[in-house]
């Protein structure tokens, strides 16, 4: 504050001004944000997308990012990827992404923090395990779930439920969670499509990398797939003979310098005699981000073959139907014996059912506080079991 006077030093038309200045006129600008359900004072130097993107960093949901694995769990060692470090990573790709395109990095990266928030434990066999669980009430998604938690499970304020996003940030949100809806007509608006893209590329990369630490693939196994043997003779080219030891982690940079440089420089020029149009008009018009057909053909083929020799891995298989059991058995019992769920739980159980409340409960757990639950459960203790 000003010694002479009680006017912010810095307010947020300096904000305003900055976008104005740093921006594409068809980013999302923070000018033109619609606002929070439950409304608040503009903050004298964040603008609203800042201040959502630090309410998601600082939230207990994402904090128990750490504990839930992407796709190999626990028990195959500790180097592989986290929720967490998956989502600092797409974070990062999308912002590289957001700011080339003059985009809105604020809105980009709350977004990206979010995406993953609503995963439950044991990577995709938990949703699954859960999806199939909760059939007749509609079913699991962790994208839909992500909603629940930043709307009404993070207790953060007195005066409401939830972190009080603006509605740019939960209608993103709400997209990803209807994705099959947004892949016609009207579009997603660009920072949305960004961070679509950064995940897909993150994930593409780093389940490689991690696959390869493991053991699960080889160098060699890849090098059949034309967008490693573009990457591996790119590494080739800028570093002459690479001994082999390195090699993993110069594929990961290259895989993802080759799909992000891709995706600007297709896109860059899309959108460059677009300047003067707004975020409203290129969602009306349907513009949707894209890879070069011959990346995106390459960018298949990946997954297609990660898909079949990575996560159906006769290593992971067992590992993965274990862990689906320990979540279907805690499902069952706590939906039998809704009284053994932590209190906040059991009144969601009174206000919608013992199954949603019982979903909710399992799905914010990381893997391990699951594994304790179960043993809590399966043994002859009685009584709720512990909230996260």
Same mark, same amino acid.
Request: hydrophobic share 40%; glycine share 6%.
């Given at each position: 504050?000003?010694?002479?006077?009680?006017?912010?030093?810095?307010?947020?038309?300096?904000?305003?001004?900055?976008?104005?200045?740093?921006?594409?006129?068809?980013? !999302?600008?923070?000018?033109?944000?619609?606002?929070?359900?439950?409304?608040?004072?503009?903050?004298?130097?964040?603008?609203?997308?800042?201040?959502?993107?630090?309410?998601?960093?600082?939230?207990?949901?994402?904090?128990?990012? +750490?504990?839930?694995? %992407?796709?190999?769990?626990?028990?195959?060692?500790?180097?592989?990827? !986290?929720?967490?470090?998956? !989502?600092?990573?797409?974070?990062?790709?999308?912002?590289?992404?957001?700011? =080339?395109?003059?985009?809105?990095?604020?809105?980009? /990266?709350?977004?990206?923090?979010?995406?993953?928030?609503?995963?439950?434990?044991?990577?995709?066999?938990?949703?699954? =395990? *859960?999806?199939?669980? *909760?059939?007749?009430?509609?079913?699991?998604?962790?994208?839909?779930?992500?909603?629940?938690?930043? %709307?009404?499970?993070?207790?953060?304020?007195?005066?409401?439920?939830?972190?009080?996003?603006?509605?740019?940030?939960?209608?993103?949100?709400?997209?990803?969670?209807?994705?099959?809806?947004?892949?016609?007509?009207?579009?997603?608006?660009?920072?949305?499509?960004? =961070?679509?893209?950064?995940?897909?590329?993150?994930?593409?990369?780093?389940?490689?990398?991690?696959?390869? %630490?493991?053991?699960?693939? +080889?160098?060699?196994?890849?090098?059949?797939?034309?967008?490693?043997?573009?990457?591996?003779?790119?590494?080739?080219?800028?570093?002459?003979?690479?001994?082999?030891?390195?090699? @993993?982690?110069?594929?990961?940079?290259?895989?993802?310098?080759?799909?992000?440089?891709?995706?600007?420089?297709?896109?860059?020029?899309?959108?460059?005699?677009?300047?003067?149009? +707004?975020?409203?008009?290129?969602?009306?018009?349907? *513009?949707?981000?894209?890879? +070069?057909?011959?990346?995106?053909?390459?960018?298949? /083929?990946?997954?297609?073959?990660?898909?079949?020799?990575?996560?159906?891995?006769?290593?992971?298989?067992?590992?993965?139907?274990?862990?689906?059991?320990? *979540?279907?058995?805690?499902?069952?019992?706590?939906?039998?014996?809704?009284?053994?769920?932590?209190?906040?739980?059991?009144? @969601?159980?009174?206000?919608?059912?013992?199954?949603?409340?019982?979903?909710?409960?399992?799905?914010?757990? !990381?893997?391990?506080?699951?594994?304790? %639950?179960?043993?809590?459960?399966?043994?002859?203790?009685?009584?709720?079991?512990?909230?996260?």
């Amino acid at each position: 504050m000003d010694a002479f006077n009680d006017e912010p030093i810095i307010d947020l038309r300096r904000y305003d001004d900055r976008e104005h200045l740093l921006l594409a006129s068809f980013a !999302t600008h923070s000018r033109d944000s619609l606002g929070r359900i439950h409304p608040e004072q503009d903050h004298s130097y964040r603008g609203p997308y800042a201040r959502d993107r630090d309410r998601i960093l600082h939230s207990s949901a994402f904090r128990r990012l +750490s504990g839930k694995m %992407q796709v190999f769990t626990g028990e195959m060692g500790i180097y592989h990827r !986290t929720r967490l470090t998956h !989502t600092f990573e797409v974070s990062s790709v999308a912002r590289t992404i957001s700011r =080339v395109l003059r985009l809105n990095e604020d809105l980009t /990266e709350a977004l990206a923090l979010m995406h993953d928030i609503g995963h439950p434990p044991y990577g995709h066999c938990g949703e699954d =395990v *859960l999806d199939e669980c *909760l059939a007749d009430v509609g079913g699991f998604s962790h994208n839909q779930f992500a909603l629940v938690i930043v %709307q009404q499970l993070e207790k953060r304020y007195q005066a409401f439920d939830g972190l009080n996003l603006c509605r740019e940030t939960l209608g993103g949100q709400d997209i990803r969670a209807n994705k099959k809806a947004a892949s016609v007509g009207r579009s997603p608006g660009l920072e949305i499509q960004v =961070v679509d893209a950064a995940d897909s590329i993150a994930y593409d990369a780093h389940d490689v990398d991690d696959a390869l %630490q493991l053991g699960l693939l +080889s160098i060699e196994q890849l090098a059949d797939l034309s967008i490693i043997r573009r990457a591996l003779d790119a590494i080739n080219h800028a570093n002459g003979s690479v001994p082999k030891q390195q090699v @993993r982690q110069l594929l990961v940079h290259e895989l993802i310098d080759l799909q992000v440089s891709d995706l600007i420089n297709q896109n860059g020029e899309l959108l460059l005699p677009l300047q003067g149009r +707004s975020s409203e008009d290129l969602s009306e018009a349907g *513009l949707r981000l894209h890879h +070069s057909p011959v990346l995106e053909a390459e960018r298949n /083929e990946l997954e297609r073959f990660l898909f079949d020799a990575v996560y159906r891995h006769e290593r992971l298989i067992p590992v993965r139907e274990a862990a689906g059991k320990r *979540l279907l058995v805690l499902f069952e019992k706590l939906v039998a014996n809704p009284e053994r769920l932590p209190m906040r739980f059991r009144q @969601r159980a009174d206000h919608f059912s013992p199954a949603i409340a019982t979903g909710e409960y399992l799905a914010g757990m !990381t893997d391990n506080f699951c594994d304790r %639950q179960f043993q809590q459960i399966t043994s002859l203790a009685s009584g709720p079991l512990a909230d996260w």
